[in-house]
């Protein structure tokens, strides 16, 4: 990384404004409920996410289960994931279904023209993806090809997926070994449509868009949740077009938001970086939510019945590739800097979610902010899956608003868009189906630990207990030789009484309780 280079492109003005760290959880205004699909993950045909990630074949020396690996397999059912999104990201707009299909020693190879230029053989499609969501029991999100496909092609695959009639497509599958159709409730129409999957202006996508959701059609009980291919970033008028264009046609529009540097060149390092860096890095992904506020804004003045979800189904930490790594396939190692990224993100997304109903964190295996590394018959857990393990406890519970007074550092820069105070602690809380309360915080400091206050407004509790990710310093991985020098530990730094709780938290530490 060139440190000189991120430095001019970044002055960081770092100053700190003091106040109590106080966190009041009112548990007498409950909100909306978390959807378990906040917590969704993307696997894309990139890098090594699915081919040595995710499936390895069953003639692999790697131990695995008809062709998927064992050990990734067993992962991802602990970290219980919601919702699955494949192929793609820009593949999907190059992914021709029927090549994935059949006796796979007649399957096509193909050039992935997007990632690296790598060829692949096709022995994982429509089967192997299904197969594997029903394994780890995850909901399929498929995206179609628009941009290089036809509406035929993506008509006639939503066909081969869920018809249980006597169709060609239907009696199709069933020659390749599926009799009873899948389960599939998403369907993204395209990605990306304003770049990689095909360059589009909004009004061309919003007729394509109908037209394609005209001829995708409902099968044998199954009802298409169709999502239109929605912004990036701060392209508002993507998501006002859209909405006036087609949004009594969609059932979703997605949103991709990725925290990457805002300078020129080099994305900077995964593991080597500066502490200003770090707090300019959590500045950044904190702004996602001025960016959901001004979007569902657009949506709530379109559509005020609040009928059209929202999908952030791409999001993450975007950095270079590893030293030594193949260009062009996004493996990046994964620190506590990332953790905290992963839980401020996730308290920022619980507050929206009468409007936000489905994230996807770019990505599953391998690929940009992953859950899991793999290296030939090596596997390590990143901190990021810590965190998504820690708020398993959020899935589908109900939100209960939280604010939060705390100590504030000043983070000016010049990249227009993150120049503001970014709060020390991040929190988030909700009450499960059986009563039960759930709080989260993170100490973003890293330089000092910080005793939080909590405030239980309208909850009786005596007592908590919890997990912590917590780190000496924020640069700390797990690599394949030390694959658990980060991971969650019991917690008991917690005091409760007269309704208020303290949380001594180390600094770098990320912390979910259960109040009894």
Known sequence: MNLKNLLLCCAIAATTVSSAQTVTIHGDKPGDIIPKEIYGQFAEHLGTCIYGGLWVGKD???????????????????????????????????????????PKEKRPKMVNNNWGGTVEDNSFGTHEFFNLCELIGAEPYLS????????????????????????????????????????????????????????????????????????????????????????????????????????GNMAGLSLHYYTVPGWTGSKGSATDFTKDQYYWTIGKCREIEDVLKKHIDIMDEKDPKNRVALLLDEWGTWWDEEPGTIKGHLFQQNSMRDAVVASTSLD????YTRRLKMCNIAQIVNVLQSMILTKDEKMVLTPTYFVFKQYQVHQNATYIPTDVECETMDIKGANRHFDGKLPL???????????????????????????????????????????????SKIEDLNTFDQPNKVKNDTFKEIKIKNGQMQVKMPKNSIVTLELK
């Not at 099968?219 to 169709?226: E, I, P, T, V």
């Not at 400091?445 to 910080?450: A, F, I, P, T």
């Open 144 to 247: 179609g090809n628009v941009g290089s496909g036809t509406v035929e092609e993506l008509a006639k695959w939503v066909e081969y997926i869920t018809s249980d009639g006597d169709s060609p497509m239907a009696n199709l599958r069933r020659q390749n070994g599926r009799e009873k159709s899948w389960n599939l409730k998403y369907l993204g129409v395209g990605n990306e449509s304003w770049g990689c999957g095909g360059s589009m202006r909004p009004e061309y996508y919003s007729d394509l868009f109908r037209r394609y959701s005209t001829y995708c059609r409902n099968y044998d009980g199954h009802n298409l949740f169709k999502i239109a291919s929605g912004a990036s970033d701060y392209d508002y008028n993507w998501t006002k077009v859209l909405m006036d264009n087609a949004g």
């Open 425 to 471: 602690v991040s929190a988030t809380a909700s009450k499960d189906k059986n009563g039960v309360y759930h709080v989260s915080l993170t100490n973003v400091s890293v330089d000092k630990e910080q005793t939080v206050t909590v405030n239980l407004e309208g909850i009786k509790a005596t007592k908590a207990a919890g997990t912590i990710l917590a780190t």
């Open 60 to 102: 692999s020396k790697i131990p695995n289960q008809d062709g998927y690996r064992t050990d990734v397999l067993n992962a991802l059912k602990e970290l219980k994931v919601p919702v699955l999104r494949w192929p793609g990201g820009c593949f999907a707009d190059e992914y021709h279904w029927m090549d994935g299909i059949g």
């Open 348 to 351: 920022i997304f619980h507050k």
